[in-house]
């Protein structure tokens, strides 16, 4: 279990820019990419879309997916790009890690959000960011790493409520101006040998399963192996038995297992439509006296073992039962042998050499208020289209 939850009280961690660090970090980027999590080549596509945005003095928001941990430093090469640096809005968790990434991080334009309640302190940076207009700053609207380049997950409702927030703050300064949000869509593809690369990963999952390596199978079907092998286990744990059906089947089943009984004690057995929506109330609910220390060490104990249940239905929920069905691109074979690996050990080797591509989107104005005019909110709605539209796109720049 990563350490994705902390038990003591929060402290909004402000944005310290420096230029210094920024220099030094943007000098040592390309190695560290290469060397932390293979990226050895990138490309930025339509960057002049937000250098316009910049060169208009819009205060600029920029939406990107959000598939791979190294996200956020690959964004740092539009940053090169455009020649500007750019905020980021981070789990308060990542300023826990280390005393290097929680010194690091702000001086490099990040600032903590709370996803376990309602963070004022986070939302007024970021409205200040954005109606200041000096920087951009970067959101990722599916609120945690995806492992899933081929896949959108559901996006958070607040990405237009900051950006009309900061539109209205905007608009009221002098002199006014605009609030714009632009998608933005990441896409990776690996070109070295594939089998070559993870057959040393396959080999140590299957020696846990106390398996000889099943190197005689084609490798989608050795993947596909070992994936039912660890879901049979997560079976065994939780149900006493393994199911029957597909993945695509037995996954939202064992989901459900895992989140029904805390939202029946916790939440009035009120169920929200997204798994990760469900997940975030039930870590609000649960969190509040763990971090007070209202509670006896039985108790907590208890509440550690409802937040790593949480934490496996999170695991559960990236897992897609037909992602490796028909003839799956390598990326998807290596993206679900980094998830197993991860899963494992919270932590997954790099595989070189990857290629980024970083797509940025057209311009969506932000404006004070909502057009309630239809069901649901314009500009998520564009921002959705344009990212579903970018995904589409960026598979067919693959270099030859």
């Known amino acids: ?26 000098w040592y980027l390309p190695t560290f990419l290469r060397k932390s999590f293979g990226i050895t080549s990138w490309e930025c596509v339509h960057a002049e879309r937000l250098a316009a945005s910049l060169k208009a003095g819009c205060g600029v928001l920029l939406a990107s997916n959000h598939c791979r941990p190294c996200d956020p430093a690959v964004l740092g090469l539009l940053s090169r790009e455009v020649g500007r640096p750019f905020h980021v809005m981070a789990s308060w ?24 309640g309602l963070d004022r302190e986070s939302l007024k940076c970021a409205t200040r960011i954005l109606a200041e207009a000096r920087f951009p700053l970067i ?24 950006a009309r927030a900061a539109a209205k703050q905007r608009a009221a300064s002098p002199p006014p101006g605009k609030v714009v949000l632009h998608p933005v869509f990441v896409r990776y ?29 084609p490798l989608r079907e050795r993947i596909v192996k070992a994936g039912h092998a660890l879901l049979a286990l997560k079976e065994m744990e939780y149900l006493g038995a393994t199911q029957s059906g597909g993945a695509w089947e037995r996954l939202p089943r064992l989901l459900d297992h895992l989140l029904e009984p805390l939202e029946r004690e916790w ?6 439509p997204d798994p990760m929506t469900r997940i975030k109330r039930l870590r609000t609910a649960i969190l509040p006296e763990m971090v007070h220390g209202e509670l006896s060490e039985e108790e907590g104990a208890r509440r550690w073992r409802e937040l790593a249940d949480l934490y496996v239905a999170q695991q559960l929920h990236c897992y897609s039962g037909d992602y490796l069905a ?46 309630r005019s239809g069901e649901s909110d314009p500009v998520a709605n564009e ?12 598979k067919t720049r693959r270099r030859t």
């Open 1 to 26: 279990m990563q350490n994705v939850i902390i038990a003591k009280a929060y402290r909004f961690v402000p944005p310290r820019f420096s230029p210094f660090w920024a220099r030094i970090i943007q």
């Open 139 to 162: 959101i990722f609207p599916e609120g945690f790493v995806t492992r899933n380049n081929d896949r959108l997950m559901n996006l958070m409702d607040g990405v237009a409520f900051l």
């Open 326 to 371: 028909d003839a799956p691109t390598p990326e998807r074979l290596l993206e679900t042998v980094e998830r197993y690996e991860e899963d494992l050990t919270d932590m997954a080797r790099p595989h070189a050499p990857i290629h980024a591509v970083i797509s940025v989107g057209e311009a969506i104005e932000a404006t004070s208020t909502r057009d």
């Open 93 to 116: 968790h990542l300023f826990m890690q280390s005393r290097a990434q929680s010194f690091l991080l702000p001086r490099l334009g990040g600032f903590s959000v709370y996803r376990e």
């Open 267 to 272: 939440t009035g057995g009120r169920r929200e």
């Open 383 to 394: 921002l959705r289209r344009q990212l579903e539209l970018m995904l589409e796109e960026s």
């Open 189 to 217: 593809f690996f070109e070295g040998d594939l089998a070559g690369t993870i057959a040393p990963v396959l080999r140590e999952i299957e020696a846990r399963l106390s398996w000889r390596p099943q190197s005689h199978l």
